[in-house]
């Protein structure tokens, strides 16, 4: 089977950094997915990992350790337009993609 | 616009009734996905779609039926549901390798109300 772990709820102040963690364990792992997803719209990519370690984008950065089952997103200067659901997605097989149940970001102001 | 479409947006339907969702994408990629996505539930994988083939069915009851006529056209086949099937169903798609799949790409999803 195949577990996706991940904070409900997380608060942030615009301009600061925040770090969503997600830990995951299946079978066949290939890599790991980070969507964001407004309300009421479809969730659209952010970040891929495949090997260990930070992948850089931007404002956002994907971190993912393969030996601990453990990936962090991390949001720096946050925007008010940030707030948003963040979803981890562990990836295995040729095409198969579970999905945690998100994390829900608020950023005040 | 994300290159994957969905039809209708918004569905409300009676336990009896059938009706049918529609995903059509134009970004060449040969595997595609139903998902459904309930409050405060993690995306659920239905099916998926390889080169028109079903790959996988997460045991989803019989009163879904997916179809998958070519590589850029899916649909859910909806057929006496019950309420809590209610929930909002996305279609992704992506091109699927030996090596894993690259990102899904998502339509904006059609959000059904069973009554």
């Known amino acids: 089977g195949q577990n996706i772990d991940q904070p409900t709820e997380m608060t942030a102040t615009e301009g600061a950094i925040v770090q969503i963690n997600c830990t995951y364990q299946?079978?066949?792992?290939?890599?790991l997915f980070w969507y964001q997803q407004h309300a009421g719209e479809a969730p659209t990519f952010l970040s891929y990992?495949?090997?260990?370690g930070l992948e850089e984008k931007g404002r956002f950065s994907s971190f993912l350790s393969r030996s601990k089952g453990y990936s962090y997103l991390l949001l720096k200067e946050l925007q008010m337009k940030d707030s948003a659901s963040y979803l981890c997605?562990?990836?295995?097989?040729?095409?198969?993609?579970?999905f945690g149940t998100g994390t829900r970001l608020t950023v005040i102001p | 616009e994300t290159g994957v479409t969905q039809t209708p947006r918004h569905l409300v339907m009676g336990m009896t009734n059938k009706k049918s969702l529609k995903c059509e994408q134009h970004?060449?990629?040969?595997?595609m996905y139903w998902y459904k996505q309930s409050a405060k539930k993690p995306l659920e994988l239905m099916f998926v779609?390889?080169?028109?083939?079903?790959?996988e069915n997460n045991s989803v009851p019989s009163r879904f039926s997916p179809e998958c006529p070519n590589s850029s056209h899916l649909f859910l086949h909806l057929h006496t549901l019950q309420p809590e099937d209610s929930a909002l169903y996305l279609c992704?798609?992506?091109?699927?390798?030996?090596?894993?799949?690259?990102?899904?790409?998502f339509g904006q999803g059609t959000r059904l109300t069973v009554v």
């Open positions: 992704a798609s992506s091109q699927a390798m030996d090596t894993g799949n690259t990102e899904a790409f």
């Open positions: 299946t079978s066949g792992f290939n890599g």
């Open positions: 990992n495949v090997l260990d």
């Open positions: 997605a562990a990836s295995r097989g040729a095409n198969n993609l579970f």
């Open positions: 970004l060449g990629h040969n595997a």
């Open positions: 779609y390889n080169f028109k083939e079903q790959t």
